[in-house]
T-cell receptor
């Protein structure tokens, strides 16, 4: 079985500052990794995903994440945040067998302060 | 359609009432998922369809929850005799192919917000 831990429930950051949202996972098998963003009253939107290959993955809206197998981490980063990045961010994992479901973390609320 | 569409967006039900939540996946998408998202939590898997076949219902919390996708497109999640603990956002999602094919991107709808009073 897989599980995901998002260590920070809330992250406040000033506009134009860098941000890192942490994600650690636990799995007995190799996994796919995902970051989703959820804006208020909206569904989840895929930011980026790691399937294989380069451990640095670039996504939409200037976000990137790095897969670290030894530390079982997949932290999300952005060098300079905008007010519009204020949202809930979810890390998720699925195993390589293509298990029918994604396992999500509890989310990190990113608040960008003007 | 352009995206996954869910209705109703908001539903208030009295305890004990039955509710039905509808999902229109992206046209042509084989896979359809239902998730439950409680307040302050991440989404949790409920069930999965491949076309009209319900291949996984391991996440359904009780026999009061029932889902169907009779023609392989629109799906309905039904909750019988609703309880207060059923209050949550119910998210529908779809993907083009079956799971396991290179990590098919899963597209989510905006959710149906259920409040049981």
């Amino acid at each position: 079985a897989q599980s995901v831990t998002q260590l920070d429930s809330q992250v406040p950051v000033f506009e134009e500052a860098p941000v890192e949202l942490r994600c650690n996972y636990s799995s007995s098998v190799s996994v796919y990794l995902f970051w989703y963003v959820q804006y208020p009253n909206q569904g989840l939107q895929l930011l980026l995903k790691y399937l294989s290959g380069s451990t640095l993955v670039k996504g939409i809206n200037g976000f990137e994440a790095e897969f670290n197998k030894s530390q079982t981490s997949f932290h999300l980063r952005k060098p300079s945040v905008h007010i519009s990045d204020t949202a809930e961010y979810f890390c998720a994992v699925s195993d390589l067998s293509g298990a029918n479901n994604l396992f999500f973390g509890t989310g990190t609320r990113l608040t960008v302060i003007p | 359609g352009a995206g996954v569409s869910q209705s109703p967006r908001y539903k208030v039900a009295k305890r004990g009432q039955d509710v039905a939540l509808r999902c229109d996946p992206i046209s042509g998408h084989v896979s359809l998922f239902w998730y439950q998202q409680a307040l302050g939590q991440g989404p949790e898997f409920l069930t999965y369809f491949q076309n009209e076949a319900q291949l996984d219902k391991s996440g359904l919390p009780s026999d009061r929850f029932f889902a169907e996708r009779p023609e392989g497109s629109v799906s309905t999640l039904k909750i019988q005799r609703t309880q207060q603990e059923d209050s949550a956002v119910y998210l529908c999602a779809s993907s083009l192919g079956p799971p396991g094919q290179g990590g098919n991107t899963i597209y989510f709808g905006e959710g149906s917000w259920l409040t049981v009073v």
